[in-house]
């Protein structure tokens, strides 16, 4: 399984917006779906989940980003996004993303390196 490679985060003020994405080759058709997990300070090590996207195109999120983060995909780019607004300080933390490689046990590909995402009152 590739690696894949996140980008896009920054500092920016809350109440801002941020797109984040993740891309490897074969992302989009290869993986049952795409997980973004975020690490925060609150989370130490663990990687908390914030939302994924299926093959279909369904999404689902955890509840504090509902209505305010939405994942996307281009197949053509096999790049997922995270679209981030409203961003709040508790939104500061490093975003992953991983393909599901099996739904049901739930079994993840490789992490990426990660991007910071920093929100400043």
Known sequence: RVQPVESGGGS??????????????GFTSNCRGVDWYRRTRATGEARAWVGSITTDGATEYVEPVKGRFT????????????QMNSLTPEDTAMYFCACVITLLPRYL????????VTVYA
């Open 12 to 25: 920016v003020q809350a109440g801002g917006s941020l797109r984040l994405s993740c891309t490897a080759p």
């Open 71 to 82: 994942i996307s995909k281009d197949k053509a780019k096999d790049t997922v996004y995270l």
């Open 109 to 116: 590909g490789p992490w990426g390196q990660g991007t910071q």
